[in-house]
């Protein structure tokens, strides 16, 4: 029984999913028929996505980059909003992450919000992985990269619990933002930023008022 499987491949660069392609060709199996599209922004991705549910053939799988220029209205500033866009019109289809970001701030938000059956660092990747990741997220998902893991592991094992604004806070000090910047990222009073910075400070134990100290102390134990 053959099983025709029906894929869209989201990234901007068209040799990256050239060889994407060739490896899921070369390496599926011998009962599975793969049909192709691939899709070098959002605005394609979104077009070719509502015409699979008009045409009733949605998709099964989608192969995400997550680092894509913004849609032409604004309304998706990269491929994590295209994900989540995906979870709503195609909820039974496959996600596949991929992309260059490794800090733990991006893979925890993204594990969060699209909760992807496959997600992959590209420097992690090679062709054999992603062939395994292709056949695991259709039978037994998900598939994490082992960067990913890492990361999952090391927030998991350390007992440090920080929100999600506190994670937003460590994260963008380590973009260089600084802390009077703070306020219209987050939609929060600087005396709020000031009182979660204090309070990060006393968890990770920094008796310093230096961002750097901070951020040191979070890298190590992988929040940042």
Same mark, same amino acid.
């Given at each position: 029984?053959?099983?025709?499987?029906?894929?869209?491949?989201?990234?901007?660069?068209?040799?990256?999913?050239?060889?994407?392609?060739?490896?899921?060709? %070369?390496?599926?199996?011998?009962?599975?028929?793969?049909?192709?599209?691939? !899709?070098?922004?959002?605005?394609? !991705? +979104?077009?070719?996505?509502?015409?699979?549910?008009?045409?009733?053939?949605?998709?099964?799988?989608? %192969?995400?980059?997550?680092?894509?220029?913004?849609?032409?209205?604004?309304?998706?500033?990269?491929?994590?909003?295209?994900?989540?866009? !995906?979870?709503?019109?195609?909820?039974?289809a496959k996600i596949i992450i991929l992309t260059m970001f490794n800090e733990s701030f991006r893979i925890h938000n993204i594990i969060k919000t699209i909760d992807p059956e496959g997600f992959m660092i590209k420097s992690d990747l090679t062709s054999s992985e992603l062939a395994s990741a292709f056949q695991a997220v259709l039978n037994n998902p998900p598939f994490y990269s082992g960067t990913v893991?890492?990361?999952?592991?090391?927030?998991?094992?350390?007992?440090? +619990?920080?929100?999600?604004?506190?994670?937003?806070?460590?994260?963008?000090?380590?973009?260089?933002?600084?802390?009077?910047?703070?306020?219209?990222h987050l939609d929060i009073s600087l005396s709020a930023i000031e009182k979660r910075k204090k309070q990060l400070r006393e968890i990770f134990d920094v008796n310093d008022g230096q961002d750097e100290t901070l951020l040191n102390e979070a890298r190590k134990k992988g929040f940042v």
């Open positions: 029984m053959s099983e025709k499987i029906k894929i869209l491949m989201i990234d901007d660069h068209p040799m990256i999913i050239e060889g994407y392609q060739n490896t899921l060709l %070369f390496t599926k199996k011998d009962n599975q028929e793969l049909e192709i599209d691939i !899709a070098n922004n959002c605005d394609e !991705a +979104v077009l070719y996505m509502d015409k699979s549910i008009k045409n009733e053939r949605p998709y099964n799988v989608l %192969f995400v980059d997550i680092s894509l220029p913004p849609s032409t209205d604004g309304s998706m500033s990269s491929g994590e909003d295209l994900a989540e866009y !995906a979870r709503k019109i195609l909820p039974k893991n890492s990361h999952i592991r090391k927030t998991i094992t350390s007992d440090i +619990v920080i929100d999600d604004k506190n994670r937003k806070i460590l994260y963008l000090l380590s973009q260089g933002v600084k802390t009077k910047n703070l306020a219209t």
